[in-house]
Nanobody, 118 residues
Framework: QMRLVESGGGLVQAGGSLLLSCVASGRTFSIHDIAWYRQFPGKEREFVATISRTGDSTTYADSVKGRFTISRDNAKSMVYLQMNNLKHEATATYSC???????????WGQGTQVIVSS
């Protein structure tokens, strides 16, 4: 089992920034690809960003490119999502997800809510 706990969400004005964190426990963190997803009220969850196990490869949704940055610290079993120049439409619950392709293991956190006031 792997437990993921997100933090850092909250209320921010449009144009502001937030740093989301996700701490993992239970499995070897460094063997997992990590992704951030978000879910808007009443809608399907959507992909935001992902980072490879070593941190040398990242991918972003077009809607956040240039404004969001994903990073990880394997020594601390942490992954981060720096969100800059936030827009009202970024209001959502943000969750981190860990995936190990070797055994097709997948785990999700409970999420942290981000509210961007316009």
């Amino acid at each position: 089992q792997m437990r993921l706990v997100e933090s850092g969400g909250g209320l921010v004005q449009a144009g502001g920034s937030l740093l989301l964190s996700c701490v993992a426990s239970g499995r070897t963190f460094s063997i997992h690809d990590i992704a951030w997803y978000r879910q808007f009220p009443g809608k399907e969850r959507e992909f935001v960003a992902t980072i490879s196990r070593t941190g040398d490869s990242t991918t972003y949704a077009d809607s956040v490119k240039g404004r969001f940055t994903i990073s990880r610290d394997n020594a601390k079993s942490m992954v981060y999502l720096q969100m800059n120049n936030l827009k009202h439409e970024a209001t959502a619950t943000y969750s981190c997800s860990a995936y190990d392709p070797v055994d097709d293991f997948n785990s999700w956190g409970q999420g942290t809510q981000v509210i961007v006031s316009s």
